[in-house]
């Protein structure tokens, strides 16, 4: 019942939009070429998936996303456990980090071209970075608020110091990192797609480079729309991911 009920509310939510969106352009008696109007879009996204452009750029971007995200998860989760139960560690990285962290990922894209040269790399980098701080932020934070009565039970039973991290605390500090994998995912997928506008050949935002340069707004609308809905569908799936290891932890 749940589930018919969200089913509707996005139903609903796209008629609003679509009807704002045709409203304005009524209203502002804007030209289609200027703002293209919600039916030549939808023909744009036909256009794009008939002749496989969509998904040729769509499958370029999520591969990089999946190799970039994924591998930030790994380091930052790891990294947040150890450094959460370091405080004088910490209390050295932390500038840095604090330094580092507001730094958008796309100004490092000169030195990461350099180094990485031109390809899938660059694109790759600048998702990592973009993902790794709210992780690793969020993992630090949780790890330091774990609860003293299971670091007391986990002393009790005299539990070594890695099985304390695997058994213990990173099950405990779960749900907390889970809210860092949600902005990271959001955060990972705009600079994966800023990075593609200005770095490389292929994939999603390239793909708006490319149908702005041609002059055809439906495609740019098109992508801009297919974007969004990707991100959206990605943000769920580290939900259900989430939902599936909370059940094996007895959360759910």
């Given at each position: 019942?749940?589930?018919y009920k969200?089913?509707?509310?996005v139903?609903?939510?796209?008629?609003?939009?679509?009807?704002?969106?045709?409203?304005?352009i009524?209203?502002?008696?804007?030209?289609?070429?200027?703002?293209?109007?919600?039916?030549q879009v939808w023909?744009?996204i036909?256009?794009?998936?008939?002749?496989?452009?969509?998904?040729?750029?769509?499958?370029?971007s999520?591969?990089?996303?999946?190799?970039g995200?994924?591998?930030?998860?790994?380091?930052?989760?790891?990294?947040?456990?150890?450094?959460?139960r370091?405080?004088?560690?910490?209390?050295?990285i932390?500038?840095?980090?604090?330094i580092?962290?507001?730094?958008?990922?796309?100004?490092?894209?000169?030195f990461?071209?350099?180094?990485?040269?031109?390809?899938?790399?660059?694109a790759?980098?600048?998702?990592?970075?973009?993902?790794?701080?709210p992780?690793?932020?969020?993992?630090?934070?949780?790890?330091?608020?774990?609860?003293?009565?299971?670091?007391?039970?986990?002393?009790n039973f005299?539990?070594?110091?890695?099985?304390?991290l695997?058994?213990?605390?990173f099950?405990?500090?779960?749900?907390?990192?889970?809210?860092?994998?949600?902005?990271a995912?959001?955060?990972?997928?705009?600079?994966?797609?800023?990075?593609?506008?200005?770095?490389?050949?292929?994939?999603?935002?390239y793909?708006?480079v490319?149908a702005?340069?041609?002059?055809?707004?439906?495609?740019?609308?098109?992508?801009?729309?297919f974007?969004?809905?990707?991100g959206?569908?990605?943000?769920?799936?580290?939900?259900?991911?989430?939902?599936?290891?909370?059940?094996?932890?007895?959360?759910?």
């Amino acid at each position: 019942m749940i589930k018919y009920k969200n089913f509707i509310n996005v139903i609903i939510g796209f008629a609003i939009l679509i009807t704002l969106w045709q409203l304005i352009i009524f209203i502002g008696k804007y030209d289609s070429a200027l703002f293209p109007s919600p039916i030549q879009v939808w023909d744009g996204i036909l256009s794009l998936i008939k002749d496989g452009t969509l998904f040729e750029h769509f499958q370029v971007s999520i591969m990089r996303f999946l190799a970039g995200y994924l591998s930030a998860v790994v380091l930052a989760i790891i990294l947040g456990l150890i450094f959460g139960r370091i405080p004088l560690l910490w209390g050295v990285i932390d500038p840095i980090i604090q330094i580092l962290r507001p730094v958008s990922p796309i100004a490092w894209s000169p030195f990461i071209v350099l180094w990485f040269g031109i390809g899938n790399m660059p694109a790759i980098v600048i998702i990592f970075i973009a993902a790794f701080f709210p992780v690793l932020l969020s993992t630090v934070s949780a790890v330091k608020n774990v609860d003293k009565i299971y670091l007391k039970v986990a002393q009790n039973f005299e539990i070594k110091k890695f099985e304390l991290l695997r058994k213990i605390i990173f099950p405990a500090t779960f749900p907390y990192i889970a809210n860092g994998l949600h902005i990271a995912v959001g955060t990972a997928w705009i600079f994966l797609v800023a990075g593609e506008m200005v770095g490389t050949q292929s994939g999603l935002g390239y793909l708006v480079v490319d149908a702005r340069n041609s002059m055809r707004l439906d495609l740019v609308m098109a992508a801009i729309l297919f974007i969004g809905v990707s991100g959206l569908l990605l943000d769920k799936a580290v939900g259900l991911i989430e939902n599936w290891i909370n059940r094996i932890w007895g959360r759910a």
